[in-house]
């Protein structure tokens, strides 16, 4: 799965967790962790289903199975609620500066 990595990764930060405290609750270490997050590795059965229930997340989820779809982050549910509440034209105003924005991103950004 080519986007693992940075599914386990948004989850970890959406839930305000480090690699440390994921090693804490996991004994995950954190060269092993980094792995994951950065497509170098993928988690055997068991260290996923410990990810997912630390993460709260559904192997359907993180999988995009079933009727759950793509997976969106907790940061990015917010995005769309956000945007779902604009009247229209705010809501192309708003794509036209993430649009500008991502457009101008420097090396580096993240």
Do not use: C
């Amino acid at each position: 799965m080519h986007n693992l990595g940075y599914i386990l990764k948004s989850a970890r930060e959406d839930r305000d967790l480090t690699q440390t405290e994921v090693m804490r609750r996991t004994g995950i270490n954190n060269k092993t962790l980094s792995g994951y997050e950065n497509n170098i590795a993928e988690p055997d059965l068991t260290t996923f289903a410990q990810l997912m229930e630390l993460y709260q997340l559904s192997a359907d989820q993180v999988l995009g199975t079933g009727s759950a779809g793509s997976f969106v982050t907790a940061s990015e549910q917010e995005l769309i609620e956000l945007y779902r509440r604009l009247p229209k034209k705010r809501r192309r105003e708003v794509l036209e500066i993430l649009r500008l924005i991502t457009r101008s991103r420097s090396p580096g950004d993240e």
